[in-house]
T-cell receptor, first 112, second 118 residues
Framework: DQQVKQNSPSLSVQEGRISILNCDYTNSMFDYFLWYKKYPAEGPTFLISISSIKDKNEDGRFTVFLNKSAKHLSLHIVPSQPGDSAVYFC???????????FGKGTKLSVKP | GAVVSQHPSWVICKSGTSVKIECRSL??????MFWYRQFPKQSLMLMAT?????????EQGVEKDKFLINHASLTLSTLTVTSAHPEDSSFYICSAVPGLAGRLGEQYFGPGTRLTVT
């Protein structure tokens, strides 16, 4: 049973445009959500997070939106750059002692 | 800050041998470290939670006698794959939670170790 779902395995975007990566979850106990960026043969790099008490968190070109009623979050990258091309993982945890549960990732390709 | 290293970055071993992978938190202490495994085009799957000074907690389906975890200090955890088989070939990634009682969701990841068993 997948608690964190990233239904789009890949996404292709033109440089300068907006990239929107989506993530859905099923566990209503999740209260902390993170996005990681991962290059091949490297460990994930933390990108941005959001607590369930918020519905938006912004950091530079990256914004994460959380819709608790829909159990949905999204990562917006504006403007997209070729260096953003990577696999993006959505992850969630429940409480301070909850482990991270990862989605399967979305491979983003930003074309020049 | 919050740098996690892994050694080796890649290793090739023969079937039946054992391989040790080290995970170190370089600039912080971590009571809790995690070991993940990633197959191609798959998500990161948690294998076990490593707690300093106590036994590791293994996820369902992970053989604790095959994947030995030792969290000897607040900056070092090791994963030993014993009697490795080709199906153990994978990308192993560790992560660490800063602090002595940090939130488990705030993990910093190592660069990963590619294990190939021939």
């Amino acid at each position: 049973d997948q608690q964190v779902k990233q239904n789009s395995p890949s996404l292709s975007v033109q440089e300068g445009r907006i990239s929107i990566l989506n993530c859905d979850y099923t566990n209503s106990m999740f209260d902390y959500f993170l996005w990681y960026k991962k290059y091949p043969a490297e460990g994930p790099t933390f990108l941005i997070s959001i607590s369930s008490i918020k519905d938006k968190n912004e950091d530079g070109r990256f914004t994460v939106f959380l819709n608790k009623s829909a159990k949905h979050l999204s990562l917006h990258i504006v403007p997209s750059q070729p260096g953003d091309s990577a696999v993006y993982f959505c992850a969630a945890s429940a409480g301070s002692q909850g482990n991270l549960i990862f989605g399967k990732g979305t491979k983003l390709s930003v074309k020049p | 800050g919050a740098v996690v290293s892994q050694h080796p970055s890649w290793v090739i071993c023969k079937s039946g041998t054992s391989v040790k992978i080290e995970c170190r938190s370089l600039d912080f202490q971590a009571t809790t470290m995690f070991w993940y495994r990633q197959f191609p085009k798959q998500s990161l799957m948690l294998m076990a939670t490593s707690n300093e000074g106590s036994k590791a907690t293994y996820e369902q389906g992970v053989e604790k006698d095959k994947f030995l975890i030792n969290h000897a200090s607040l900056t070092l955890s090791t994963l030993t794959v014993t009697s490795a088989h080709p199906e153990d070939s994978s990308f192993y990634i560790c992560s660490a939670v800063p602090g002595l009682a940090g939130r488990l969701g705030e993990q910093y990841f190592g660069p990963g170790t590619r294990l190939t068993v021939t």
